[in-house]
């Protein structure tokens, strides 16, 4: 077993390493090695003062967040770091924490507890803690106040943002950058303070004085504004607070009390499973690192509109040097001119230098023929979505691209088999289904054809990575993972409004629920003109005489398409802000009155469970039919790609907390009111529920033989 933690000596100076791949976490050992490490050292007659660093990439990454479930479940006891950390600020020779990469959570605690801290230019220091449903839990709640005032302690606790080191430095968190070699420059640092007392960061007050209360209320209110139903923002500050009315042991118990109340609650096991969820959508059965990968210096967009436009900025943003290509010049001009304003905007804001946005533009070529195209190494088509378009488009692009050139649609539903059929290199051709805006939304869908090859797969998994996005990786289905869901999800809610809920109550009962947005405001944003086509391309898929939205296809056909044209669901004034739309509300009871639909007052709770339970029967399927590789991948798709509340796991996740039993029972209340043709139970989900199991234990590749056996 390797050493977690080494114990060296540089001359007078003892030089304590952290050894614990891939970031090394304070997972169980670590805290222990490191605390008979400080006491060697105080024992060592040569040693004058102490170093603590971390080995490979980074400082210390926080405490192992794998460990959390196991406390929970009762499978490891909790060991507070607190005793540990406790150690090093009584050594009674100076510790120095030499900070690179990242000290995050425990990681900055512990660099806290130590005498002094020095850090690389590059590094970054944080309390991340809340979005995993947790806040510091080994004092940093104490220290950081002390270090850094107790108005940045707030904002770093409850928001959870990292520092640069150069903010480290002015805060007081860090006391020096080092320039060059980190380790040199900490002994050197080291020997310079070996004779004077050691600071201990937990005597230091008088930064706690003077905190007016205003200042928590404040933060109060900007936590409940940025964490809306979130708690552990509100018990960070609760914590933080603590530290200046009371005594550090005694905040410490606070800090203690509060830390142990997320810890078990649902908010963190979702953000916990969220977290890990994010990580495992890169792992794909039988693609491995040594797959191989073709490398994207180039790239290419056909279509330069809404999505084309914000594709094309997002391998400018990532470095990459890409032709947009557009049929008319008028249309090539519009692109390009929404890309600057796009980019004016940010630097507007002061999120983007000038500088940065001139060079991003030199990356972009505009152009109206094909070529360079034969020099690219992806080409993304973004043309308008209808199949055969699409086809020509790329069996123009099969005489010209090169034959490692990956052949990517950005098709949101179209069937990536029949247009993989256009060309004569179908291991070529691929599904990059980027959300509106591109430049912006995370969440990246890779759609893998029967016939794409596992380079091409590996290659836009590898590419997602480095263009800042999420992926995750679809089979070919109508809608894929995030569209398939969303039909049933925004349907459900166009029944409800038919049914007697207001369209109001509606997007409320969502939004309160931890929605980025209600259904329908959803709806009024992509464009009813989207939704109507989108709507009848699933319609097509349907048994006739199936109940169908009626007042969606009026809106429509009214031409009310939404936000972009100011009336929708609901109407909108110039700075898009949505009221209620009287004119809507009439045609809604006019139109159920004719189809016959006796109105009712809906609960809040029936319009969230079909809404949600709509989104987790089709998730079942889309599991079961190996379309998603796993139900976190279902959950990161909603999380990143749909607004669904990142504290709430997503919508499998959701599923599992209620209980599969409980969710199974909702769905066939549902069934027998609304109809098996909406409503009958997904074959897993029924399966799951009656074997007491989650969707998070289902592993589709030991199970799914069985299922479609
Ligand atoms: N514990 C366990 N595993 C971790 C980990 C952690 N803290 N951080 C990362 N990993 C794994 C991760 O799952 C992945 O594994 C691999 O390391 C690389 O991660 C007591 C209670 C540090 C910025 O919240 O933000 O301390 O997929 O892909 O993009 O008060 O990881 O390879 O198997 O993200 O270079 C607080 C969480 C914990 C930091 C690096 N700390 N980590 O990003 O790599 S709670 C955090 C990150 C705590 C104390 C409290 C990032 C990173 P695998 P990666 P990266």
């Known amino acids: 077993m390797p050493e977690l933690v080494r114990y060296t000596r540089r001359d007078d100076v003892a030089l304590i390493t952290i050894d614990n791949p891939p970031v090394n976490a304070l997972s169980p050992g670590?805290?222990?090695?490191?605390?008979?490490?400080?006491?060697?050292?105080?024992?060592?007659?040569?040693?004058?003062?102490?170093?603590?660093?971390?080995?490979?990439?980074?400082?210390?990454?926080?405490?192992?967040?794998?460990?959390?479930?196991?406390?929970?479940?009762?499978?490891?006891?909790?060991?507070?770091l607190l005793p540990f950390l406790q150690t090093i600020e009584d050594s009674s020779k100076p510790v120095v924490a030499a900070i690179h990469g990242q000290a995050l959570g425990g990681g900055l605690e512990t660099a806290m507890s130590a005498h002094y801290r020095v850090i690389a230019p590059g590094a970054q220091v944080g309390q991340p803690e809340v979005k995993l449903g947790l806040i510091p839990g080994a004092g940093g709640t104490q220290r950081l106040p002390r270090l850094a005032g107790v108005i940045k302690a707030l904002e770093m606790c409850a928001a959870g943002e990292p520092v640069k080191a150069h903010d480290a430095v002015a805060a007081g968190i860090a006391d020096r950058i080092i320039e060059g070699d980190l380790l040199d420059g900490a002994l050197t640092f080291a020997r310079e303070i070996a004779s004077a007392p050691p600071p201990k960061t937990r005597d230091r007050e008088e930064k706690l004085r003077n905190a007016l209360p205003m200042v928590f209320d404040f933060a109060r209110e900007q936590a409940r504004k940025k964490g809306r139903g979130m708690r552990a923002p509100l018990a960070a500050i609760d914590a933080v607070q603590a530290?200046?009315?009371?005594?550090?042991?005694?905040?410490?118990?606070?800090?203690?009390?509060?830390?142990?109340?997320?810890?078990?609650?649902?908010?963190?096991?979702?953000?916990?499973?969220?977290?890990?969820?994010?990580?495992?959508?890169?792992?794909?059965?039988?693609?491995?690192?040594?797959?191989k990968t073709f490398e994207i210096r180039r790239a290419a967009v056909i279509g330069a509109g809404t999505m084309g436009g914000g594709i094309t900025m997002t391998y400018a943003n990532a470095g990459i040097p890409v032709i947009v290509k557009e049929t008319a010049q008028d249309a090539l001009d519009r692109g390009m001119n929404t890309i600057r304003k796009n980019y004016g905007a940010t630097v507007a804001k002061g999120r983007l230098s000038q500088e940065a946005m001139d060079h991003r533009l030199s990356l972009i070529t505009p152009q109206l023929t094909y070529d360079g195209f034969e020099n690219a190494d992806i080409i993304v088509e973004a043309v308008f979505e209808n199949l055969e378009v699409k086809k020509e488009v790329f069996r123009e692009l099969d005489k010209i691209a090169k034959p490692e050139c990956v052949l990517a649609s950005n098709t949101s539903s179209l069937n990536i088999d029949e247009i993989a059929s256009a060309t004569t290199r179908p291991q070529m051709v691929i599904g990059n289904h980027f959300f509106s805006p591109a430049n912006v939304m995370k969440l990246l869908e890779i759609v893998r054809g029967k016939a794409t090859g596992k380079e091409a797969i590996a290659t836009s998994m590898a590419l997602g990575k480095k263009l800042g996005k999420v992926t995750v990786l679809a089979g070919n289905c109508h809608g894929f993972i995030g569209n398939r869901m969303v039909g049933p999800y925004v349907r459900e809610a166009q029944f409800l409004v038919e049914e007697g809920a207001s369209v109001e109550q509606v997007n409320d009962a969502l939004y309160n629920f931890?929605?980025?947005?209600?259904?329908?405001?959803?709806?009024?944003?992509?464009?009813?003109?989207?939704?109507?086509?989108?709507?009848?391309?699933?319609?097509?898929?349907?048994?006739?005489?199936?109940?169908?939205?009626?007042?969606?296809d009026l809106l429509y056909e009214q031409g009310r398409f939404g936000q972009k044209t100011g009336r929708g669901w609901s109407?909108?004034?110039?700075?898009?802000?949505?009221?209620?739309?009287?004119?809507?509300?009439?045609?809604?009871?006019?139109?159920?009155?004719?189809?016959?639909?006796?109105?009712?007052?809906?609960p809040d709770q029936e319009i969230i469970d079909r809404c949600i339970y709509s989104l987790v029967?089709?998730?079942?399927?889309?599991?079961?039919?190996?379309?998603?590789?796993?139900?976190?991948?279902?959950?990161?798709?909603?999380?990143?790609?749909?607004?669904?509340?990142?504290?709430?796991?997503?919508?499998?996740?959701?599923?599992?907390?209620?209980?599969?039993?409980?969710?199974?029972?909702?769905?066939?209340?549902?069934?027998?009111?609304?109809?098996?043709?909406?409503?009958?139970?997904?074959?897993?989900?029924?399966?799951?529920?009656?074997?007491?199991?989650?969707?998070?234990?289902?592993?589709?590749?030991?199970?799914?033989?069985?299922?479609?056996?």
Request: glycine residues 10%; proline residues 4%; contains cysteine.
């Open 514 to 552: 931890g929605m980025a947005m209600g259904p329908l405001a959803m709806d009024d944003l992509a464009g009813l003109d989207v939704g109507w086509a989108i709507r009848k391309e699933f319609e097509r898929h349907q048994k006739p005489g199936v109940r169908k939205p009626l007042v969606a």
């Open 243 to 291: 530290a200046t009315q009371m005594s550090f042991e005694d905040g410490c118990r606070r800090e203690a009390e509060l830390f142990n109340e997320c810890l078990y609650s649902n908010e963190s096991k979702a953000l916990i499973h969220a977290f890990f969820a994010e990580r495992a959508v890169s792992k794909i059965p039988g693609i491995s690192k040594e797959t």
């Open 617 to 709: 029967n089709e998730g079942a399927r889309i599991l079961e039919e190996g379309i998603a590789l796993r139900a976190g991948d279902i959950d990161i798709t909603y999380i990143y790609g749909y607004g669904f509340p990142a504290w709430r796991g997503g919508p499998m996740f959701y599923a599992d907390t209620v209980g599969l039993k409980n969710v199974l029972d909702r769905i066939r209340e549902f069934e027998r009111k609304h109809g098996a043709e909406f409503w009958s139970p997904a074959p897993l989900l029924i399966r799951l529920a009656e074997e007491g199991r989650t969707f998070e234990q289902f592993d589709i590749e030991k199970e799914a033989a069985v299922l479609t056996s």
């Open 30 to 80: 670590v805290p222990e090695s490191l605390q008979a490490a400080i006491r060697q050292a105080e024992a060592d007659g040569e040693v004058k003062a102490i170093v603590l660093i971390g080995a490979g990439s980074t400082f210390i990454a926080g405490a192992d967040i794998r460990e959390f479930g196991k406390i929970v479940s009762g499978e490891r006891p909790r060991l507070s």
């Open 571 to 602: 109407k909108y004034d110039a700075n898009r802000k949505p009221s209620a739309d009287a004119e809507t509300a009439e045609l809604i009871e006019k139109t159920a009155r004719q189809a016959g639909i006796e109105r009712r007052n809906v």
